[in-house]
């Protein structure tokens, strides 16, 4: 008989599992504490914009014409508890208030819910990003919680999908980890996994500690890149350099690569910020926090560029004051290709500029409701063209492909000042300047 899998938590990361898991061809129950989630799902309309999810979703949720109906969701604990011989805990952990640690009540919430409900032999996933040493006191709670007894176990699986290419990386993902305590937890995940692994997909097996590792250290070191390259940018600034030709040049050595080192306003999102963070946290409390002392330069260098940004913006329009001044802020999510303005670099910019005095008019162009909803004092505009109508400056700060599709003649029109800046390092400085617009971009001061 097939695997019965649940997923707890409909997220992002929750969301994209329950479908891709159908996709495998297994039958699915997706639980959230949250109706409105479950409406939405139920219907296989997706709660955020993430390519190919919605399609994948109504491919598979049952009562949907033409589906394969092995999606079903769900609010009730039991029924998942009945059903699922595999259970995936999926919910968010979230910053602390006021501190760096994550906040684990949402993935405590759930294993205890489920475990009070759990009497036939079954395996329970977490795959939430948490501070190693979680799964070790998670396995404990089970054990006591559970009716089943040791029959029901614990394994940690973690997850590394982007967002903007969850789907994707859900499928197709570039290793599959689990931290296990037993034979048979590593059997069950291996038959889970076992269409990945066979398109080639490596599956690395572990204990707990080390695949919480994994995952916060693979974060940290994205970060790590990210922040290197951002640094270089501000030396570049100094002496003059190209931080875009270095990135070139430096990424030919394989052993550095290309990827994650294009300079700009930094990193940002519902993951980076956060996990390099907590585990900063988590370093400390086990006595290890100096091993990760450069992880606290990595978040200021990273914080740095967004104010450098807006200082560049201030100079380039003459070095006073915002006061008066019309800058049209193009992007507001924290990349592209998504809808997600958690903690976004691109308007922390805008908001910090609106907040000196300018009037700012943002566009983007899928992030607008949830930009509205964080900072509803900005100034929006429906198009990029109507953003940049009579702007004195014009901030390039989330990558969209739309953007770099922009005829800068036709923009060149409508703006009062031929003046952009290029906060992400994608615009063709050619394309813009042969269009008659100064161009400038971080890092690169004569490029
Ligand atoms: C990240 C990890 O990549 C993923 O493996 C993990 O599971 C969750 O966190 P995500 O938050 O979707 O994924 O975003 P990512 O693509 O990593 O980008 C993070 C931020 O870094 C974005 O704000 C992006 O604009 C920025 N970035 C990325 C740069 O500034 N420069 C780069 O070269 C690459």
Redesign the pocket.
Known sequence: MALKITVIGTG??GATHAAAMAELGFEVLGLDVVPEKIEMLGRGEVPMFEPGLEDLLRKHVAGIEGSTGRLRFTMDWAEVAEFGDVHFVCVNTPQKHGEYACDMSYVDAAVESLAKHLSRPCLVVGKS?VPVGSADRLAARLLELAPGGAEVELAWN?????????VQ?TLHPDRIVVGVRSERAEKLLREVYATPVAAGSPFVVTDFPTAELV?TS??SF??T??SF??AMAEVCEAAGGDVAKL?EAIGHDDRIGK??????????????PK?IRAFMARAGELGADQALTFLREIDSINMR?RGQMVELAREALGGGPFLGKRVAVLGAT???D?D?VR???ALNVAGQIHLQGGQVTVYDPKGMTNARRLFPTLGYADTATEAVRGADVVLHL??WREFRELDPRELGEVAATRLILDG?NALDPELWRGAGWTYRAMGRPTA
């Open positions: 992002y990361l990003t973690p997850e590394f999908l982007r967002e903007g290419f969850a990386d995952k693979a974060n994205l970060a890149k990210i390259i951002n990135a990827k994650f080192l294009r300079a700009g306003i930094g990193f940002g999102g519902g993951c980076l996990d560029q924290f990349k592209p998504s997600d903690d976004s670099p989330t990558e992400r």
